[in-house]
């Protein structure tokens, strides 16, 4: 089991940006895909964006334009940068990634996960 740490979760308003961070065991990052997920209350898990070591991402149609994957492999760490904040965007923020050699849109495909940080966007 990978060990994944979110942290970076904050109340702000609307309009407003938030980076989340998700630090992961040494050499982790370099793992091909990596992934955020949210859960707001009341609802299942959702894909925000994938992002495969080749360079490959993909956001959801929600956070496109808005929302931007990065990596820092000195830092083991992997970044989910949020601007344009909209009180839609209120869940618990997971990342996740999987011993799989590529990405996928269903949570059921990774096996790690961190324990989430809660954002909380108010109008």
């Known amino acids: 089991q990978v060990h994944l740490v979110e942290s970076g979760g904050a109340s702000v308003q609307a309009g407003g940006s938030l980076r989340l961070s998700c630090v992961a065991p040494?050499?982790?990052?370099?793992?091909?895909?990596m992934a955020w997920f949210r859960q707001a209350p009341g609802k299942g898990r959702e894909g925000v964006v994938i992002?495969?070591?080749?360079?490959?991402?993909s956001y959801a149609d929600s956070v496109q334009g808005r929302f931007t994957i990065s990596r820092d492999y000195a830092k083991n760490t992997l970044y989910l940068q949020m601007d344009r904040l909209k009180p839609e965007d209120s869940a618990m923020y997971y990342c996740a990634t999987t011993d799989f050699k590529r990405c996928n849109w269903d949570d059921g495909w990774y096996e790690h996960w961190g324990q989430g940080t809660q954002v909380t966007v108010s109008s």
């Open positions: 040494k050499n982790t990052v370099t793992w091909f895909c």
């Open positions: 992002n495969e070591g080749d360079g490959g991402t």
